[in-house]
């Protein structure tokens, strides 16, 4: 059933010292900003297909536009090993790290893009 879940972010308590910090040094204007972009981006590469975005991509069309560079292929297969990822999980951090990359600006996926992808991902807890 946890396979099913694309994100997992845990977020802590915020302290009374968290509060006196200065601001975030992106606001919501920046981040909607980069949001607006990579669905532009979506868009336009989807242009010729069903699929809208990244989350309804699937097989050839998925290959296409979410091979990763040969350093994240490599980190993907070895965490697809570590974590048992299921076929469904694989495909998942792909398109989640497409997402990943469009919200950076990339036209390709790196390594740093799937490791991101990765940390989205539930771990399991450890004895």
Do not use: C, F, W
């Amino acid at each position: 059933m946890r396979d099913r879940i694309d994100l997992h972010v845990e977020v802590q308590a915020v302290s009374a010292a968290d509060l006196v910090l200065p601001p975030p040094s992106e606001g919501s204007a920046e981040v909607a900003a980069r949001v607006a972009a990579a669905r532009d981006a979506q868009t336009r590469r989807y242009a010729d297909h069903k699929a809208r975005t990244n989350a309804e991509i699937d097989g050839e069309l998925l290959e296409t536009v979410a091979t990763p560079d040969d350093p994240g292929r490599t980190l993907l297969a070895q965490a697809a090993e570590a974590m048992r990822l299921s076929a469904r999980g694989y495909t998942r951090i792909l398109r989640v790290a497409r997402t990943i990359a469009d919200l950076a600006g990339a036209e390709a996926i790196g390594r740093i893009h799937i490791a991101e992808a990765l940390s989205y991902r539930r771990q399991a807890p450890r004895s």
